[in-house]
């Protein structure tokens, strides 16, 4: 076993963490310049958000394949893989010259992107001892949220300075690195043990999973949550990016940086699972969201970024507390259960924006608001009706 403070755990966590910060900013880089691609390719921002949404869609239906994969084929070698794949699609992007191009080398990307997030934590299991796998995976989850905070980051800046396709020269590198560091500093596994793929059984558990209604709710709140979350940051950039604000891709990127106060609500979710029943504190979540949400219909950017603050608290400690959720509750295929939930949380990401187009289109901001307020409400219910269920079931 790999222990903690030992010169193989330093290495092979500083080599996940560097890869998840590469994997994350591929996936995230483009959100900031959606308005930017728009005008470039004269697109509506639902048309625009597909050059992002296709990368989510993708990675969030990998997973669906990945887990079971892994299983036989070994964790190291499919992250290797997918990581040179990724890395590969990341150079195609630097050479593309419509949109149809840049939509199909992201989806192809986006596939590619699936294998970190499926095996990573898996691969610590196997190989750490208990107290390195607690830090490491601290680590990892940290190094998630950098990559999509630096992803978008970098692209405003470049785009600011140059154009918007100098993004992927950098991340290209980065990720030619992360290859690197992985094959070089990432020990072969020696916990694991081989097993076959069938995928008639991987198939069984995903549905054993969704007739479970205790489970198909927390995947409805996590993946409906995302599905407007990430999306009202789609919606907003092109508010900022217009009148009164005018506001360039740089600084648009630095609205992200909101995503700060999420790593607090991730880290105070085990607290406040102590004081409410977990349902009850994924309900207060879904209310933080709502009162954010609320505050962006001022017109002063100070307090839209404010909601944004907010927003980013209530939603990741409702997502930390469904994905603790469905891994208590699942009573086989944990492993398949996380990775479903994931799934809806990544395909709810890609969509949310043609739920959201028609409220745009009513009422601009204002409309997407509101449209969001609804999916929130929808989502609050969802907790208590889960709460309730679940108390009927115990006997309480």
Not at 24 to 33: D, K
Not at 36 to 47: C, D, G, I, K
Not at 60 to 83: C, E, H, N
Not at 289 to 298: A, D, E, F, P, Q
Request: overall charge positive.
């Amino acid at each position: 076993m790999i222990e903690y403070k030992s010169p193989a755990f330093y290495r092979s966590t500083f080599a996940l963490c560097f890869a998840a910060v590469v994997v994350f900013a591929n996936l995230h880089l483009l959100q900031p310049l959606l308005p930017v691609l728009s005008r470039e390719f004269a697109l509506t921002p639902l048309q625009t958000s597909w050059a992002y949404g296709a990368g989510t869609l993708a990675l969030g239906l990998s997973l669906l394949v990945y887990a079971a994969l892994s299983d036989a084929w070994g964790r190291r070698k499919l992250l290797l893989l997918t990581l040179v794949g990724m890395t590969l699609c990341t150079l195609a992007l630097t050479q593309v010259e419509s949109f149809a191009a840049l939509v199909f080398w992201r989806a192809l990307q986006g596939l590619f992107l699936g294998g970190l997030p499926a095996v990573a934590i898996a691969y610590m299991g196997e190989e750490y001892s208990k107290p390195a796998l607690v830090t490491a995976v601290g680590f990892y989850i940290s190094a998630n949220s950098l990559g999509g905070i630096s992803g978008r980051l970098m692209a405003g800046a470049l785009a600011d300075i140059g154009h918007w396709q100098w993004v992927f020269w950098p991340v290209t590198l980065l990720g030619a690195v992360s290859c690197y560091l992985i094959w070089r500093f990432l020990p072969r596994s020696k916990g694991f043990s081989v097993t076959p793929f069938r995928l008639r059984q991987a198939l069984a558990d995903n549905l054993f999973h969704l007739r479970q209604p205790l489970l198909l709710l927390s995947y409805l709140i996590g993946g409906l949550n995302f599905f407007i979350f990430l999306n009202q940051y789609t919606y907003i950039a092109f508010v900022l990016s217009g009148a009164p604000y005018y506001l360039s891709s740089f600084w648009i990127g630095l609205l992200f940086v909101t995503y700060f106060t999420g790593t607090v609500g991730s880290a105070i979710s085990g607290k406040v699972a102590l004081k409410l029943p977990v349902l009850l504190g994924m309900a207060l979540g879904v209310l933080i969201l709502i009162l954010g949400t609320v505050i962006t219909l001022s017109s002063s950017l100070w307090l839209i970024v404010l909601g944004f603050f907010i927003n980013a608290f209530g939603f990741f400690l409702t997502h930390s507390l469904a994905s603790s959720w469905v891994n208590q509750h699942a009573s086989r295929a944990k492993a398949s259960a996380s990775a479903l939930y994931l799934v809806f949380y990544y395909v709810g990401a890609s969509t949310g924006g043609v739920y959201l187009q028609p409220f745009w289109q009513w009422h601009a901001w204002s409309g997407v608001v509101w449209g969001a307020v609804l999916m929130y409400a929808a989502t609050l219910l969802l907790c208590l009706w889960l709460w309730q269920r679940s108390r009927l079931q115990q006997g309480l």
